[in-house]
C-alpha cells in the first residue's frame, strides 16, 4: 500500500467516524426533545388530576358527572357537567354540518376540477381565513350573524335568544372550513394517478371516479382532517363567549343560548382567584373532562384511520 492510499484511508476513516459522532448527537437531541414533549404532556396531566383530586373530594364525582345544574356561585353551588357537555356537542355538531361540506366539497374541485392556475390564486384565498382572529369571528357571530338569525326567527314566528348556540356554530364552522379544505385537499392529491387512469379507462366519468376511487382511497386522511377539526372546534372559546352567551342551559335546541366546558374554564379563572375553594377547583374538573374527551376521539380516529387504510391499501 502506498503513502497516497495509506493517507486517503485514513482521511475516509476519520471523515466515517465523524459522521457517526455526528449523527448520534443528533439521535440524541432529537430524544430529548422528544422527551420534553412527553414530559410536558404527563406534567400537565399530573397538575389537572391533581387539583382535580382536591376538587372531588368536595364535590361528588357522581353529581359533578351526571347532574343537571351547573351553577357554581349559586346557593348552594351546583357542579353538574351535563349542560356543559350538551351545549359543547350541539355547538360542536352546527359547526361540523357547515364545516365538512363546504370544506369537503371545496377540497375537491380545487384538487379534482380546478386548473392549475385557478388553483393557485383559490387555496391561498381560502386559507386566509383560518388567519383571521377567533375575536375577530366572534365580534361578526355577535354583531352579524346573531341578529340575522334573530330577526329570521322572529319574522317566522320562533323565539330565537339575542346568543344562541347556531349564531356560535355557524360561525366556528367559518373557522374549520379553511382546515378540513386543506387537509382533504393534500390527502386526495396523495391519491395516486394510477388509480385516476383505471378508472378512466374503464369507461368512468371523472365524478364517478372521484365519488368511487378517489375518495375512498382518501378516507382515512379525510376522517383524520375532521376529527382534527372536532377538537379544534371543541376547544374554542371566544366565538362561544361573544355569540352562544354563558347561561349553562340544558337543551338541545340551537336557538337557545348555551355554554361549552372551555368557556366555563376561561369564566372560573378569570381574575385573582384562591386555589382553595370548588368554585376555582372545578375548572381543573372541566379541564380533566376535556383531556379525556379528546383523548377519547384520537383513540376512535385511530382505530377508524386503521381500519379503512388496511381495507384500501
Not at 484511508?9 to 466515517?16: D, E, G, H, I, V
Not at 394517478?193 to 365519488?211: F, I, N, W
Request: hydrophobic fraction near 55%; proline fraction near 5%; charged fraction near 10%.
Amino acid at each position: 500500500m502506498t503513502t497516497a492510499t495509506r493517507t486517503g484511508f485514513a482521511a475516509s476513516t476519520r471523515s466515517t467516524a465523524g459522521r457517526r459522532r455526528f449523527e448520534g448527537v443528533v439521535r440524541i437531541i432529537l430524544l430529548a426533545c422528544s422527551g420534553v414533549a412527553v414530559a410536558t404532556t404527563l406534567g400537565i396531566l399530573a397538575s389537572v388530576l391533581f387539583e382535580s383530586v382536591v376538587f372531588f373530594r368536595e364535590v361528588s364525582p357522581l353529581a359533578f358527572l351526571f347532574g343537571t345544574q351547573w351553577s357554581p356561585t349559586g346557593s348552594p353551588p351546583a357542579f353538574g357537567l351535563v349542560p356543559l357537555l350538551a351545549g359543547t356537542l350541539l355547538i360542536t355538531l352546527i359547526a361540523l354540518a357547515t364545516a365538512t361540506p363546504l370544506g369537503l366539497f371545496s377540497a375537491i374541485y380545487l384538487s379534482e376540477y380546478a386548473s392549475p392556475r385557478l388553483r393557485r390564486v383559490l387555496k391561498p384565498v381560502l386559507e386566509m381565513l383560518a388567519g383571521v382572529p377567533t375575536v375577530v369571528l366572534g365580534f361578526f357571530a355577535a354583531l352579524t350573524v346573531a341578529p340575522f338569525i334573530r330577526q329570521a326567527g322572529t319574522a317566522i314566528g320562533l323565539d330565537v335568544a339575542s346568543e344562541s348556540a347556531l349564531a356560535a356554530g355557524l360561525v366556528m364552522g367559518m373557522m374549520i372550513v379553511p382546515l378540513i379544505s386543506s387537509l382533504s385537499d393534500d390527502i386526495i392529491n396523495a391519491v395516486p394517478q394510477s388509480l385516476r387512469d383505471g378508472s378512466l379507462a374503464m369507461g368512468a366519468t371523472p365524478s364517478e371516479t372521484v365519488k368511487r376511487v378517489v375518495l375512498p382511497a382518501a378516507l382515512p386522511g379525510i376522517a383524520s382532517a375532521i376529527i382534527l377539526a372536532i377538537s379544534r372546534a371543541i376547544g374554542e372559546t371566544m366565538i362561544v363567549v361573544m355569540a352562544a352567551g354563558l347561561a349553562a342551559n340544558l337543551t338541545f335546541n340551537p336557538l337557545a343560548a348555551v355554554s361549552t366546558i372551555t368557556v366555563q374554564i376561561a369564566t372560573l379563572l378569570v381574575g385573582d382567584q384562591e386555589f382553595d375553594s370548588a368554585k376555582t377547583l372545578a375548572a381543573f374538573a372541566l379541564g380533566l373532562v376535556l383531556f379525556f374527551f379528546t383523548l377519547a376521539l384520537n383513540i376512535a380516529a385511530l382505530r377508524l384511520v386503521r381500519k379503512y387504510r388496511q381495507h384500501y391499501d
